[in-house]
């Protein structure tokens, strides 16, 4: 056995000696809720707090708990509200008009007004200021006041998901402040509007978030229950477990099925799982200049689809409420479908024939980055085994694998992506394959049809390229799609909380029983 896997089954064997340990254990939970601190515990750090220069899920959930919006989705009703807007107009197919609500103050006391929500959008606009997720941004024009407290944004093209953009990744900065400290000020030091104000942020370690005791009555949100939210970044998920079965956190997330069915013996502890919009999927660099050049021939690429076994990997390691997905998008989202597309079966053999066909009878070395879901890549990698490809996991934090990835040194990706709870393809698919600096296969007709589908104001027309698209990528089988990926959460009994399907975790709601 490797060292790799040896510690890994140490370090599984230590949570199960406490599990056992704990299992008669029936005293009180924590003493959490005597001091109102919410202890969490994450296996990612932010790259930056700022929402627009991060793509971690960490930093979303960071993000919507310190920042507003201009709208807001409830989760249950998907109905839009006002949030710092008052209420929106669409004017024409390119024009929306807002009118703010007023009395709202950020964390370090400045007004919001139409000048914030002004300097914002045009800052994240403007290409040179590199927001990470361009694709989140890359649709605004202009942003012109109106009046103190209205706004007129102008979009690029006819672009129907603007709202639910506005209702999720855009949020608003100060807009004085962030003229003064930029994008590492605003990591530095955050300011939003939001239910949460960040007390104290230790970059790659920690970072606590504290009730907001100004935010404003309306808003669809509510008022934070608890009082402090203490988040800290640890990387290994079973030093995590151990952390919430001896009490030192209150709550955890994407915890192994595994590790999770062991929680739910423990008396102090509850266990909640479901579906969520992240998908998983491996991506194929096949640039020119790609490490591994066998990944232009299709067949190659074939073969890896048929190499792996989704189906069973998804039903006994990703756990209850996965499902084996066909093309690059989650079925939820305006626009992802995969009728008509090709279905690639588990299928040693055929991979074996496959790779035969294209001179690689005795297979060839991969590399296989990844950053999260660690096991299902060893399955994965144990698939490719069998059929000769032998896959080496180079397993980085996030940012450092996504740069390797942009700068042409990767060959297979793990990716997973949850849209920023967006519920539209124009959020996932073309992220990956619609030309920007994440896309590793760069087809021109692809591109075409995702600006298309992005761009169109008939929805019928939107759906027919999306889908255009999507078969062509599934076809020329440009990637693996996996499964979507549930998420186990593990928490103190004490905690009251919900799960959402966009994963994201809104402290503000939760509250002690």
Known sequence: MNILKTGHWVARLA???????????????SANKKDDTLRFAYDQAPESVDP????????????????????????????????????????????????????????????????SVVYTLNFIADPKNKVTTQQNVNWIAKAEKLGKY???????????????????PVVIHPAKYYKEVGPKGMNAKPVGTGPYMVSQYTPGKSITLVRNPHYFADSPKAHAKIGKI???????????????LSSGVDFIMYVPKDQADQAAQVPNLQVVSGETMRISFLQ???????????LKDIRVRQAIIHAIDRASIAKNIVGAGARVLNTMCFPSQFGCTDEGAPRYTYDPALSKKLLAEAGFPNGFDISILAYRERNQIEAIIGNLKAVGIKAKLNFLQY??????????????????WGSFSVNDVSASTPVFYGGGSDDVTHDKQVIEWLNKGNNSVDPQVRKDAYKKALD????QAYGVPLWSLPVYYVANKELSFKAYPDELVRFWEMSWK
């Open 15 to 29: 949570v199960c000696s406490l599990v056992s340990g704990l299992m008669a254990f029936s005293g009180p939970a």
């Open 150 to 168: 209205k706004v007129r944004l102008t979009t690029k093209g006819v672009f129907p998901a603007a709202i639910e953009y506005l209702a999720g």
């Open 52 to 115: 627009y220069f991060n793509n971690v899920r960490i930093g979303v959930i960071i993000g919507a708990n310190v920042w507003d919006t201009l709208i807001y989705r409830d989760p249950e009703t998907n109905e839009y509200k006002g949030l710092l807007a008052k209420s929106w107009k669409q004017v024409d197919d390119h024009t929306i008009d807002f009118e703010l609500r007023q009395g709202i103050k950020f964390h370090n006391g400045e007004d919001f007004d139409a000048d």
């Open 230 to 244: 203490e988040i800290r970044f640890i990387p290994d998920r079973q030093t995590q477990m151990a952390e919430a």
């Open 284 to 294: 194929m660099n096949m640039r020119d200049g790609s490490p591994l050049p066998q």
């Open 472 to 475: 062509r990528i599934a076809d």
């Open 399 to 416: 940012a450092a694998m996504r740069d390797m990835n942009r700068s042409n040194k990767s060959e297979l990706v793990n990716q997973t």
